[in-house]
């Protein structure tokens, strides 16, 4: 089994819609969780910071569920530059800040 | 404030070849991160420096490759040889140390090897 796991996509969905995107991971003593997004080509960039049990910034919501080992991210009334991929990533074992980054799921929203 | 900082942007390469990458890490950052992105095995961690030191190395694939940081401001990912399967994009990023910060990822090379 993967360490983390994503749905690969891709996600085509209109303008406006509602979004979301599930990660599991499968080291349970994983504490801080984090949602990057890549666009095509690019870097990856940090999205969201998940902690606790789950973080809002506009419109987007991420939530997580440590009993089933679930992070979930959130897009709600979806942009054309919404479109990319969305990497999720626990901070693994070790001591340190190392990201343990799951395969993406692309999203694509189109007009 | 730039970025993270790496070169060349794009590589092509022969098999057998050696390869230079080279990053700058933002002023202040003491942890550096070297990643490899290939589609079937996505975004990987190879090496983690921290203060300058090798920390972690084991996803460094095998002796082929190596990695230095001879001072706060410079690193470096060197193949040799190189062969074909070593094609994908290498990230370096870099983060402050204490707690968990952003790691922020450089542009990118992306590396082909024919």
């Known amino acids: 089994r993967k360490e983390v796991e994503q749905d690969p996509g891709p996600f085509n969905v209109p303008e406006g819609a509602t979004v979301a995107f599930n990660c599991t991971y499968s080291?349970?003593?994983?504490?801080?969780f984090f949602w990057y997004r890549q666009d095509c080509r690019k870097e990856p960039k940090l999205l969201m910071s998940?902690?606790?049990s789950g973080n809002e910034d506009g419109r987007f919501t991420a939530q997580l569920n440590r009993a089933s080992q679930y992070i979930s991210l959130l897009i709600r009334d979806s942009k054309l530059s919404d479109s990319a991929t969305y990497l999720c990533?626990?901070?693994?074992?070790?001591?340190?800040?190392?990201?343990?980054f799951g395969a993406g799921t692309r999203l694509a929203v189109h007009p | 404030d730039a970025g993270v900082i790496q070169s060349p942007r794009h590589e092509v390469t022969e098999m057998g070849q050696e390869v230079t990458l080279r990053c700058k890490p933002i002023?202040?950052?003491?942890?550096l991160f070297w990643y490899r992105q290939t589609m079937m095995r996505g975004l990987e961690l190879l090496i983690y420096?921290?203060?300058?030191?090798?920390?972690?190395d084991s996803g460094m694939p095998e002796d082929r490759f190596s990695a230095k940081m001879p001072n706060a401001s410079f690193s470096t990912l060197k193949i040799q040889p190189s062969e074909p399967r070593d094609s994908a994009v290498y990230f370096c990023?870099?983060?402050?140390?204490?707690?968990?910060?952003?790691?922020?990822f450089g542009p990118g090379t992306r590396l082909t090897v024919l």
């Open positions: 990023a870099s983060q402050t140390s204490g707690g968990y910060n952003e790691q922020f």
């Open positions: 080291n349970s003593a994983s504490q801080s």
């Open positions: 420096f921290n203060n300058n030191v090798p920390i972690d």
């Open positions: 998940v902690y606790s």
């Open positions: 990533a626990p901070l693994g074992p070790g001591g340190y800040n190392k990201l343990i």
């Open positions: 002023s202040g950052h003491n942890s």
